[in-house]
């Protein structure tokens, strides 16, 4: 057996491990993740799941729940509940007023909350915790254990229990941790999330996130691999803190930091770093895929183990692929708000398949130029493989910030110009193209058959997967969906701005 795979199979039996040994079983089906597990795949394989539904008349509405004003974060299933991250725009707690990042976490058979995590703003730093965006990372659940980065700028561990169990320590600060800065810490009752423990991002590596902390944690057998989501200050012109590591690597067990990226991606940072990272066996041994915001996709190679000391180990550059190589780069943040020309970054994570990576890239959504392109890339190549590493490219219209799906060779891909697309994996020849209204910033979920996606004017469509074109249903749910549904115990979880939806065959 090759190291690597003895590498991703050792993760996975020590997950179940941890599951036996735990009150809560793991459901065979959940949705631990933003993505298939390590490879970040947008497909899902549950069956059963519906082709049309209708909250108007509840037709195979399971449960609906209240979020708050603005929910960007995906949302993950997991030991029979649902976490979703969002704001403080309609508060479940009395105590907790005003603009906060918030996660909820439901009861997945009838959608009661059971607790909250609630992170008070960065008052006197706005530009690195925007107003009202609330908590957009997506969790990363491994046994009774979730990962996630606050909005500000926070890794943290929680138990999936919450404070119902007790404090589990040992971090035992919830209290201050919730209250404003200045502020006397809060009583912490059961309904609160319980912290394992903390890393600062700003305060331990010097990370300056922009606009949200927006990291899926990718977890790797003892360790979690986690963007750093620095970025612009707020004059837009210059990176805040250009020698902060983008990806940074902890010990999941106590948040010790054990690795860090070496590339030097600070200083070409367009905007911010928003991608995540993800995980793939190539030549027998595991990478690990980052979309940089530099518009460079970058393979390092996974830590083996953790360094003998408290010095952090530097993850080796096994090859980087620029998207855009004929993009300035010499000062690319003087090409600000210019829509025609400048540079490139990446925004959906990289998807790996089959020795191959599939990785959206293009102009800033919010100030770059209206250019996007999908890409194949040869993973098994090493060093700098611009020239050699392409497979093939496919061009997106205006914008490009989803995450690919691949499916029966198949890739299916979102655009900022309304346009789901899908295109043969192994080639990139386009077999069809449907068009909604207004922008997906969201990903497609390929299951059961079928592609599921939503935008942001509201309407959420359900298409048949495959070679020919086939549109089975389409709701209008009354509010922009920047979120990528997810499946599990035979359910679609459809998170709007405000409101997430359980849909499930034959509830009416």
Request: glycine residues 12%; charged residues 25%; proline residues 6%.
């Amino acid at each position: 057996m090759h190291r690597g795979t003895r590498r991703l199979r050792s993760t996975v039996h020590a997950a179940a491990f941890c599951a036996l040994t735990t009150v809560a079983t793991v459901a065979a089906d959940d949705q631990l993740q933003w993505g298939q597990r390590y490879s970040r795949n947008m497909i899902s394989e549950e069956r059963g799941l519906p082709e049309t539904f209708d909250p108007a008349t509840g037709k195979n509405i399971k449960w609906s729940a209240p979020l708050g004003t603005q929910s960007h974060g995906s949302p993950v299933v997991a030991r029979g509940r649902v976490l979703v991250g969002t704001n403080n725009g309609h508060p479940r707690d009395p105590r907790h007023t005003g603009d906060r990042g918030v996660l909820m976490c439901f009861d997945q058979a009838g959608g009661e909350l059971l607790w909250q995590l609630v992170v008070p703003k960065l008052e006197k730093d706005p530009y690195a915790d925007w107003p009202d965006i609330g908590i957009t990372s997506p969790p990363t659940v491994e046994g009774d254990r979730a990962y996630l980065v606050s909005n500000r700028g926070e890794a943290l561990c929680l138990d999936l229990a919450g404070m119902a169990d007790g404090n589990q320590g040992p971090y035992l600060d919830e209290g201050r941790h919730m209250a404003r800065d200045g502020a006397a810490p809060m009583d912490v009752g059961e309904r609160d999330a319980d912290i394992i423990w903390l890393y600062d991002m700003r305060a331990e590596v010097g990370a300056r996130p922009h606009d949200a902390a927006n990291c899926s944690i990718l977890v790797d057998g003892p360790f979690l691999y986690v963007c750093t989501s620095n970025g612009v200050d707020d004059t837009h012109k210059r990176v805040a803190a250009p020698d902060a590591p983008s990806v940074i690597v902890l010990d999941k067990a106590t948040g010790r930091l054990v690795g860090r990226d070496g590339a030097g991606i600070g200083p070409g940072i367009i905007h911010s770093l928003w991608s995540s990272l993800s995980l793939g066996e190539v030549n027998g041994r595991a990478l690990v895929f980052f979309g940089g915001g530099d518009g460079v996709c970058y393979a390092f190679e996974a830590l083996e183990s953790a360094p003998p000391n408290d010095r952090p180990a530097e993850l080796r550059t096994v090859w980087r692929f620029d998207c855009d190589p004929s993009a300035p780069k010499d000062n690319p943040l003087q090409y600000q708000d210019n829509r025609r020309e400048g540079a490139s970054n990446i925004s959906g994570m990289p998807v790996f398949h089959k020795g191959r990576v599939y990785v959206a890239a293009g102009g800033d959504v919010w100030h770059g130029k209206r250019q996007a392109w999908l890409k194949c890339i040869d993973a098994t190549k090493t060093g700098e493989i611009t020239a050699g590493g392409e497979v093939w490219s496919a061009p997106l219209e205006r914008h490009c910030i989803s995450t690919p799906a691949v499916r029966d060779d198949l890739v299916y891909i979102a655009d900022c110009g309304g346009q789901v697309r899908c295109l043969d994996a192994d080639t990139g020849q386009p077999y069809w193209t449907h068009e909604m209204s207004g922008e997906i910033w969201a990903s497609t979920l390929v299951a059961d058959g079928k592609v599921y996606v939503g935008s942001r004017r509201g309407d959420f469509c359900i298409l048949a997967a495959g070679k020919e074109k086939r549109a089975l249903c389409s709701v209008d749910l009354g509010s922009p969906m920047d979120a990528t549904p997810a499946a599990a115990g035979g359910a679609l979880y459809i998170v709007t701005m405000s409101r997430l939806y359980a849909v499930q065959e034959d509830q009416r």
